[in-house]
């Protein structure tokens, strides 16, 4: 079969082409280590440095003793000193690393009290062992477990395996050099991993080898969500049979959802009882309650699946966090044991406990990854990198700011402050600023590039729509209104709002016409401050008279209309909504008209209440 057949559709694991299965070869060495704890084997005297460890390397030193090797064979040599092996052993311990002077004294030290007690038939490993134990324990205070019982015996520490990658590579004939296959390692047993032979292990697995159909039992639980699933491993064939495809068949599948987190805290209720106590809210006692359901549900699940769970081939189990996994197996005759060597976690990252995330990772398991990496191009980049390795660059210090001068600092002082009481509508305070500082009233704010559009105090002041300190600048402090900012905009031209541009007409009344030359400043005619008023107060009075008006007519009409309403008579020739009588959105339009923000937001408070409260009087009624 060609590859880009073979390659066209998912590869499943059991069940794999015969041309394909019989041409897979292991790619590497990927025996299984061992997965105990191995006991630290005896360390050897380094051996002689040779010709090819005396190159000069780039990162010869060691953090952890504080010592810098000048070649990689003084490194290597280092490593497997006793000094380094003793800073080792303090750091597992938790305590602070020595200084090789401090470790010399303390081994003269420790020479001196136990020579003549050792037996002259010991190795030089065991003796440097039993003396780097001994002196740990005197460093630290700290007793080993075997030190009452054989005081004079070696101390065998522990260390994890070196770890395993979690994907099995193999290589064929019939794919292309730079595609590779990986099967998941969790897929087989403890015994299988051990052997090593996996290609012998997947032949042995594929379905038509097998004569009973197996079945794997996948579960998720977290967060108050559980899923569980029992699919087997024989699936059937979908309806595009010639195109390969094949659809899992699923034994049994439940989901459960609890409310038992803390919303916007996270966290299990139990979680937050047992480290702050119990919290007598009635969301907490929803949650402790939804806890105890999940468990029992999930608990009486997994006793009804019993018979499937016995028989399954392996067993998949995400259950993060001790409430999690106490639910699953700490309880009395508990169906899931935790030390069951068929139980495996899932060996990549996962989402929330769902069917179709149970589903997804089924698929992820069963299929054969496919890798496509060209191996040459990766040798030919390692042997370029090694052979002319590229310099870094330095990286270019970024230039320090200018220092100011004096100067400098007092105009950007002066422009802070009269900035802030510019926009306080400060204009005493203004102009108390500028006679203290003896500043111009065209004092140019600095730096001039963040100050293009308001350069000066007037300029700033008619932005800010302003009026009171613009007729303090030009009436009292003769700030001179034709001066212009970058886009060619007088003081005037800036103004917002008529407050602000009565401030410039009426300064030009009281200032004269021969003060400035209003015409180049753009300000209009002059207007006399008693004008100005004048215009203000009749245009609030007829304000309030219109309004006064409305009101009344708006009165007249509602009792006009309550009484009607009482007499039980409508008025003729009055459509409804047409102004006579107002009804819906145009009553309540009528009601909020005139009234402020704020006074229409509580009047609509209330008559949601009273909405809401004629709501529950008849839904008592009907009751």
């Known amino acids: 079969m060609p590859a880009e057949e073979l390659l066209k559709?998912?590869?499943?694991?059991?069940d794999l082409p015969e041309t394909l299965l019989y041409s897979l070869s292991a790619k590497g060495d990927q025996h299984a280590t061992a997965t105990s704890n191995t006991e630290i084997p005896p360390i050897k005297e380094a051996p002689a440095s040779t010709a090819g460890d005396d190159e000069i390397s780039h990162a010869t030193s060691c953090a952890l003793c504080g010592i810098t090797s000048k070649t990689v064979a003084d490194q290597r040599a280092h490593y497997k000193s006793d000094f380094h092996r003793f800073n080792l052993k303090l750091k597992v311990r938790g305590q602070p690393a020595v200084r090789e002077s401090q470790f010399e004294q303390m081994v003269e030290d420790l020479n001196e009290s136990i020579s003549g007690s050792e037996s002259d038939s010991e190795s030089g490993s065991d003796d440097d062992a039993d003396?780097?134990?001994?002196?740990?324990?005197?460093?630290?205070?700290?007793?080993?477990?075997?030190?009452?019982?054989?005081?004079?015996?070696h101390t065998s520490l522990k260390k994890r395996g070196a770890g395993k990658a979690p994907l099995i590579w193999f290589t064929s004939p019939q794919l292309p050099k730079e595609v590779s296959l990986g099967v998941y390692r969790a897929l087989f047993s403890n015994t299988e991993?051990?052997?090593g032979d996996y290609l012998k292990c997947i032949r042995n697995k594929q379905l038509t080898v097998q004569p009973k159909s197996p079945h794997i039992?996948?579960?998720?639980i977290g967060g108050g969500h559980f899923a569980a699933m029992v699919v087997s491993l024989a699936p059937k064939a979908g309806k595009r049979q010639g195109a390969g495809d094949?659809?899992?068949?699923?034994?049994?599948?439940?989901?459960?959802?609890?409310y038992t987190t803390r919303r916007k805290q996270g966290g299990s209720q139990s979680a937050n009882d047992n480290s702050k106590g119990n919290a007598h809210s009635a969301g907490a006692s929803i949650r402790r309650h939804n806890e105890a359901m999940l468990i029992n549900e999930v608990r009486e699940l997994l006793e009804s699946w019993k018979g499937l769970l016995d028989t399954a081939e392996l067993l998949f189990i995400r259950a993060s966090g001790t409430a999690n996994r106490r639910t699953l197996f700490s309880y009395e005759d508990a169906i899931l044991k935790a030390n069951d060597p068929r139980i495996r976690g899932f060996p990549f990252s996962t989402r929330r406990a769902t069917q179709s995330e149970l589903m997804r990772s089924f698929n992820e398991l069963t299929r054969m990854k496919v890798s496509r990496v060209d191996e040459a191009a990766i040798a030919a980049l390692a042997a370029d990198t090694h052979t002319a390795p590229v310099p870094m660059k330095p990286k270019a210090p970024s230039p320090a700011p200018p220092k100011l001068s004096k100067e400098e600092e007092e105009a950007l002082l002066h422009t802070s402050q009269l900035n802030a009481l510019i926009r306080r509508s400060k204009a005493p305070a203004v102009l108390s600023y500028l006679t203290s500082n003896k500043l111009p009233a065209n004092y140019r704010f600095h730096p001039p590039s963040q100050?293009?559009?308001?350069?000066?105090?007037?300029?700033?002041?008619?932005?800010?729509?302003?009026?009171?300190?613009?007729?303090?600048l030009l009436v009292k402090a003769s700030a001179d209104p034709t001066q212009l900012n970058e886009d060619s905009k007088t003081p005037f031209e800036l103004a917002g709002d008529r407050a602000t541009r009565d401030a410039f007409r009426v300064a030009r009344s009281e200032l004269g016409e021969k003060k400035w030359d209003w015409e180049a400043a753009r300000v209009p005619p002059a207007l006399r401050k008693n004008q100005a008023e004048a215009r203000e107060r009749r245009e609030r009075e007829e304000a309030e008279k219109g309004e006064k008006e409305r009101r009344e007519k708006e009165m007249a009409r509602l009792k006009e209309a309550e009484k009607d309403s009482k007499q039980g008579k409508v008025k003729l020739g009055v459509s409804l909504g047409s102004g006579g009588v107002q009804i819906g959105l145009g009553r309540m339009e009528e009601e909020v008209r005139g009234l402020s923000a704020e006074a229409k937001m509580r009047l609509e408070r209330e008559r949601r209440a009273r909405a809401a409260e004629e709501r529950i009087k008849r839904m008592q009624n009907r009751s």
């Open 193 to 195: 991993q051990a052997e």
């Open 217 to 220: 039992f996948l579960c998720m």
């Open 9 to 14: 559709r998912p590869l499943y694991v059991y």
């Open 246 to 258: 094949r659809e899992a068949v699923i034994l049994e599948h439940k989901t459960f959802h609890r």
């Open 451 to 472: 100050y293009h559009h308001s350069p000066t105090p007037l300029h700033l002041a008619a932005s800010l729509n302003s009026p009171a300190v613009v007729s303090a």
């Open 131 to 153: 003396r780097l134990s001994t002196l740990v324990r005197r460093k630290a205070a700290i007793s080993s477990p075997n030190q009452n019982d054989a005081p004079a015996s």
